[in-house]
């Protein structure tokens, strides 16, 4: 911006310096909820906002959607270990969601608040308060502090803390462990409880929760604004799915999921998807009607090594019934690697044979002599071209453009016999609570989160789904190469179930990586 200069400061010298801090939260949800209902009003003409999504209430449909972990792409609570919260929780309503989003956090966790929570949930442990000053802060969440503000109260009311001493207590929590500054509320906590009437167990217990919040808790205000966003995007992913999808996919990148993993998704939840083509595409991706039924047109902006000037000089121009031939498409000025990279997507599939066959005419100059530049007809040479095998395809495909609308590479390798006996993503919910289970699938996410003690979560997709994967420090420091490295991971372990929960704790970790190459080499003899 003229006239401004943009300085960036750590966050911890601007509190050292006493500089007013102000956290400033540019949410990519916001403009995929935006880009949403953009869709939704040009092609279904009905005008959406999220506050007309919240005032119909309470949707039981979606919170069914939500019970289930089906929430890919869904705001806060899409990562592994929100996931495998949703079905232990099952958030039934818009409080519901509030706490779950704000429990799944390091506070909460560390500071044992967690089961305690859901065994009262599910009447497996009874409820229970000291005295009607805590149970009038603790009672829409069952006794148990899950919000930031919580604990402030609680200060306050259980031990005599004043508005001001509460406040100071708040700033320790968020930089005890950069100063250890929370050690001199220790006492004043503990004593003021206890000259209240509380029990010093209780008191103790309060001061660990502190603690805990320490590491990161949610306040209360934060998780119900978040919880709008959650349920807003879970209700269009649930409704106007081709939408949501579409939105999310032209706000790249956000959130934990690739394109990849998200078209994925989208297919198993019904979506249509249509390949990136030079005659259907522009360079977002968008909604179209096809046989009457909304359908998801990929862009071209999904193109590796496609300029966006390039791509936009293309669609400028475009002729209204498209592109007849390649030679056509050569007179709109791109560049060769612009030209190179439409055919090595296969975006030029409808004006040639095959990818292998519109590279090889991409590499011929004889359409840069103008006097012969709209006559020459296509090449022979590239006619002769064999079209790549399935399996070329898929590395293509991926090389090109990081997704494949083909077969799944599991599919593939499942076909030859590559991989062995194996269990499949859906059929894992069939399966007996400690079976031992050998599943595969392509490493689509390793998560380790810091209050997880050193397990590492880590996510396979077959052709069916996904399959969340427990790996415990010691698997993977004694198997560390196929752990850290594998594209391709075959696991051999223990199925254990949580409810709707399922897992499988590994045992052994085995790189399957190279039965593509394999298949690859198969699949040219073949061809």
């Not at 409880?193 to 808790?217: P, T």
């Not at 007849?324 to 409808?350: F, I, P, Y």
Request: aromatic share 8%; net charge neutral; hydrophobic share 40%.
């Amino acid at each position: 911006m003229a006239e401004r200069s943009v300085i960036q400061w750590d966050k911890d010298d601007l509190e050292s310096l006493g500089l007013l801090k102000v956290d400033i939260l540019a949410l990519g949800m916001l403009s995929a909820i935006r880009k949403a209902f953009a869709i939704i009003r040009e092609q279904h003409q009905r005008p959406l906002s999220i506050a007309d999504i919240t005032a119909m209430g309470d949707d039981p449909v979606i919170y069914g959607q939500l019970q289930k972990g089906d929430s890919v792409g869904v705001f806060q609570v899409e990562s592994r270990a929100q996931m495998s919260m949703l079905p232990r929780l099952r958030p039934a309503s818009y409080y519901d969601l509030v706490i779950q989003i704000a429990i799944v956090r390091p506070g909460p966790i560390q500071g044992d608040m967690v089961h305690p929570y859901l065994k009262r949930r599910w009447g497996e442990e009874q409820v229970s308060y000291p005295s009607k000053e805590v149970e009038s802060v603790l009672s829409r969440t069952l006794g148990v502090p899950i919000f930031q503000e919580q604990v402030i109260q609680l200060a306050m009311v259980a031990a005599g803390f004043t508005g001001g001493e509460a406040d100071q207590l708040r700033r320790a929590m968020a930089a005890w462990k950069r100063n250890g500054k929370l050690a001199p509320f220790r006492e004043k906590l503990i004593n003021g409880m206890q000259e209240r009437g509380y029990d010093i167990a209780f008191a103790e217990q309060i001061f660990r929760q502190i603690q805990g919040f320490g590491e990161y808790g949610f306040p209360e205000s934060h998780s119900a604004s978040f919880a709008v966003l959650a349920y807003t995007s879970s209700w269009l992913k649930h409704y106007y799915p081709v939408a949501f999808y579409c939105a999310l996919l032209n706000s790249q990148p956000m959130g934990f999921y690739s394109p990849s993993q998200l078209l994925q998704d989208a297919s198993r939840h019904g979506v249509r998807i249509l390949p990136i083509c030079v005659n259907h595409s522009d360079w977002d991706h968008r909604q179209i009607v096809l046989s009457g039924k909304p359908a998801l047109q990929l862009g071209l902006r999904l193109v590796k090594g496609l300029s966006e000037q390039g791509a936009k000089l293309m669609l400028s121009r475009r002729p209204r019934e498209g592109f007849s031939h390649l030679n056509t498409l050569r007179q709109c000025g791109l560049s060769r690697g612009d030209m190179e990279a439409l055919a090595s997507a296969n975006a030029t599939k409808v004006l040639a044979d095959n990818r292998f066959a519109a590279r090889w005419q991409m590499m011929d100059d004889s359409h840069s002599l103008p006097l012969f530049a709209q006559s020459l007809p296509e090449s022979s040479d590239a006619k002769a071209i064999s079209a790549p095998s399935a399996v070329e395809d898929l590395i293509e495909d991926y090389a090109a453009t990081g997704i494949t609308l083909g077969k799944h590479p599991i599919a593939l390798l499942d076909e030859t016999g590559s991989l062995g006996r194996h269990r499949l993503a859906n059929e894992l919910n069939t399966i007996q609570s400690g079976t031992a289970v050998t599943v595969v699938g392509v490493v689509t996410g390793r998560q380790r989160p810091g209050t997880a003690s050193g397990v590492t979560f880590v996510t396979l997709e077959d052709q069916t789904g996904n399959i969340n994967v427990v790996v415990w420090l010691a698997t993977a420091r004694a198997q560390n190469t196929p752990f850290v490295s594998a594209k391709i991971l075959k696991v051999k372990g223990i199925l254990e179930r949580d409810g709707d929960v399922v897992h499988i704790i590994a045992g052994r970790l085995i790189d399957m990586t190279h039965t593509l190459d394999q298949l690859l080499v198969h699949s040219r003899d073949f061809h």
